[in-house]
C-alpha cells in the first residue's frame, strides 16, 4: 500500500497568513493526489483533485502543486472559516484508497 | 446536485453485523460514471477507506478489512449498503457514504453516522 505523510500534523497560523501544507507519499503517484478540508462534526469537503485542478466552488485562494511524491497545498490569505483539519490522498494505486493522517491548522 | 445520507443503527453489539444503508438523490446510482464509497473515521482519529462499489455491482475492498466487509448496491432504491461482520469496539466510527470520481477521489460525501460498537 502507498503511505501518505503530512507534515507538519498541526499549525498556528493568523487571518490573512499564506500556510502551506506538505504530503509524500511512499512511491511516486504521479499527480493522483486530492486534498480535503474538514471542519468538526462534518464530512470532509473536496479541495483539489489531481493535484492542483481546483474543485467548483472552492476559492481560488486554495491551490495545489507538486508531482511524484511531494505535494503542497497553499492557502494563500487565511480566512477564518479556513480553520479546519487538511487531508490528502492518493488514487493512483487503488485499491486501497489511502489518506494523509491529517493537518490541523489552528487559529494563532 | 448530488445528495447522499447513511442510515442505520447507531448501536451495534460486539460479534453482530453493522448494517448501513446510503440513499442516493440528484442523480442515479444506475447511470454509470462513478462509483459509490463507504469510508470511516474513528473518534478522533483520520480517514479510513473501506470500499467501493459499482452499480453493476463490481467492488473493491479495502484489504484490512476485505475479510469482513460486504458492499452491495439496490439500483431500484438508488441505495447501496455496507455489512461489517464480527465488530468489536475497534470499530466504532462515524460512517460515510461518498461518490467517486474516477480514478478515485471523493467529491459528495454523506454527512455521516456514528455507530457504536458496545453491548
Known amino acids: 500500500d502507498i503511505q501518505m505523510t503530512q507534515s507538519p500534523s498541526s499549525l498556528s497560523a493568523s487571518v490573512g497568513d499564506r500556510v502551506t501544507i506538505t504530503c509524500r507519499a511512499s512511491?511516486?503517484?504521479?499527480?493522483?493526489l486530492n486534498w480535503y478540508q474538514q471542519k468538526p462534526g462534518k464530512a470532509p469537503k473536496l479541495l483539489i483533485y489531481?493535484?492542483?485542478s481546483l474543485q467548483s466552488g472552492v476559492p481560488s485562494r486554495f491551490s495545489g502543486s507538486g508531482s511524484g511524491t511531494d505535494f503542497t497545498l497553499t492557502i494563500s490569505s487565511l480566512q477564518p472559516e479556513d480553520f479546519a483539519t487538511y487531508y490528502c490522498?492518493?488514487?493512483?494505486?487503488?485499491?486501497?484508497?489511502?489518506f494523509g493522517q491529517g493537518t490541523r491548522l489552528e487559529i494563532k | 446536485q448530488v445528495q447522499l445520507q447513511e442510515s442505520g443503527p447507531g448501536l451495534v453489539k460486539p460479534s453482530q453485523t453493522l448494517s448501513l444503508t446510503c440513499t442516493v438523490s440528484?442523480?442515479?446510482?444506475?447511470?454509470?460514471?462513478?462509483?459509490w464509497s463507504w469510508i470511516r473515521q474513528h473518534p478522533g482519529k483520520g480517514l479510513e477507506w473501506i470500499g467501493y462499489?459499482?452499480?453493476?455491482?463490481?467492488?473493491y475492498y479495502n484489504p484490512s478489512l476485505k475479510s469482513r466487509v460486504t458492499i452491495s448496491v439496490d439500483t431500484s432504491k438508488n441505495q447501496f449498503s455496507l455489512k461489517l461482520s464480527s465488530v468489536t469496539a475497534a470499530d466504532t466510527a462515524v460512517y460515510y457514504c461518498?461518490?467517486?470520481?474516477?480514478?478515485?477521489?471523493?467529491?459528495?460525501w454523506g454527512q455521516g453516522t456514528l455507530v457504536t460498537v458496545s453491548s
Open positions: 512511491q511516486s503517484i504521479s499527480s493522483y
Open positions: 461518498a461518490r467517486v470520481v474516477s480514478p478515485a477521489h471523493f467529491d459528495y
Open positions: 462499489i459499482y452499480y453493476s455491482g463490481s467492488t
Open positions: 440528484g442523480g442515479s446510482i444506475s447511470s454509470g460514471g462513478y462509483y
Open positions: 490522498q492518493q488514487s493512483y494505486s487503488t485499491p486501497p484508497v489511502t
Open positions: 489531481a493535484a492542483s
